[in-house]
DNA sequence: ACATTAAGTGATT
DNA sequence: AATCACTTAATGT
């Protein structure tokens, strides 16, 4: 409860807290597990307190693509929206560090919307955000080149985690931007050749 | 020591 | 930039 107003300064509103802690589930979950599958049905509508999730989208069997963050404070608002709508999930989250959640179920998320102001508001504030997020996304694949979206793509995983060092491979970054590991490590390779970054196995240190 | 996995590279399309 | 084929290097058992 503590956590839950901190966290999410937005929610200041006494009895939807106290609804909060009693109908939400908090959820822990470690680096690299997923959270919510391609195809899942969604029941609960998760709040980031701790950590972050990677939101990937993904296209058929073997085609994935970067999405954006949810850290601590966010929510995933389209998994409200994609469950009033009885849809399964288009997307797949991952955790990116030890993450804690609070799992809201969908039903009392939707009881809320015409109860709560405050909640209606802090939802609708989250689609916004998402939204935004999204449209960076679609700015970077859709007007810039590999390196660009290599470099936003690094940054940003350096800022969310707040970490210069990147314990990834060079596979992985290439799922996200779905090109080929090849094209990863030879852009890499001329990154730290200009200075930009150091690489190590399984490490890539942002200068 | 051996197997496995990550990364580097040249050639081809 | 993708695919392929192969090498080299690091790491786990």
């Known amino acids: 409860m503590r956590m839950i107003r901190k966290k999410f300064p937005e929610i200041n509103d006494e009895k939807l807290l106290r609804d909060l802690a009693v109908s939400t589930v908090e959820r822990s979950v470690k680096d690299g597990d997923i959270v919510i599958d391609y195809g899942d049905e969604i029941k609960f509508i998760p709040m980031v307190l701790e950590g972050t999730i990677k939101v990937n989208r993904q ?10 963050y949810l850290m601590s404070g ?3 608002a389209s998994s409200f929206s994609c469950c009033m709508v009885q849809k399964r999930s288009e997307i797949i989250a991952i955790a990116e560090e030890d993450t804690k959640l609070l799992m809201v179920p969908v039903q009392k998320a939707d009881q809320w919307m015409s109860e709560y102001p ?4 802090f939802i609708f504030n989250m689609y916004d955000i998402r939204m ?14 590999l390196d660009e979206q290599l470099i936003d793509y690094l940054e940003k995983k350096s800022s969310v985690l707040n970490t210069k060092v990147l314990e990834t491979t060079h596979q992985e970054i290439a799922f996200d931007l779905n090109v080929t590991r090849e094209a990863i490590s030879r852009l890499l ?9 150091r690489l ?8």
């Open 59 to 68: 296209a058929g069997e073997d085609q994935e693509i970067f999405l954006y």
């Open 74 to 76: 966010d929510t995933c």
């Open 118 to 121: 405050a909640w209606r508001n």
């Open 132 to 145: 935004f997020s999204m449209i960076d996304t679609i700015d970077r694949l859709a007007f810039s080149n």
């Open 189 to 197: 390779k001329k990154m730290e050749n200009d200075g930009l970054v």
């Open 200 to 207: 190590e196995r399984n490490k890539i240190f942002m200068l």
